[in-house]
C-alpha cells in the first residue's frame, strides 16, 4: 500500500503532497523533533524522502489529493 501525505512548500503553506517518507516515524532519523510531544515532523521534506513532491497552492486541495491518492494507493512509476 502506498500512502501519500501533505507537505509544507516553498509557498510555506501546507499546499503540497508527497509520498510518505520511509523514513517518516523514524524518532533517530531526519523527520525527528527531539522534546517535541509529536516526535516526528510529518510535513517537512527531506533529502531520504522520495518524489514527486506535487504543488496544488490550495491547503484543501493537497488534503483532498493526499487522501485519493493513498485511497488509490497510487504509486510512482520505476
Known amino acids: 500500500m502506498s500512502a501519500w501525505r501533505v507537505i509544507i512548500t516553498d509557498s510555506e503553506s ?3 503532497v ?3 517518507c520511509a523514513r ?3 524518532v533517530d532519523g531526519p523527520h525527528a ?3 517535541t510531544p509529536w ?3 510529518d510535513s517537512g521534506v527531506y533529502d531520504c524522502c522520495p ?3 506535487i504543488e496544488t497552492w490550495s491547503v484543501p ?3 483532498a489529493l493526499a487522501a485519493l ?3 488509490a494507493d497510487a504509486e510512482l512509476c520505476s
Open 14 to 16: 501546507m499546499t503540497g
Open 33 to 35: 523533533i527531539p522534546g
Open 51 to 53: 518524489g514527486p513532491h
Open 18 to 20: 508527497a509520498p510518505v
Open 61 to 63: 486541495a493537497a488534503a
Open 69 to 71: 491518492l493513498t485511497a
Open 24 to 26: 517518516q516515524s523514524d
Open 39 to 41: 516526535g516526528t515532523d
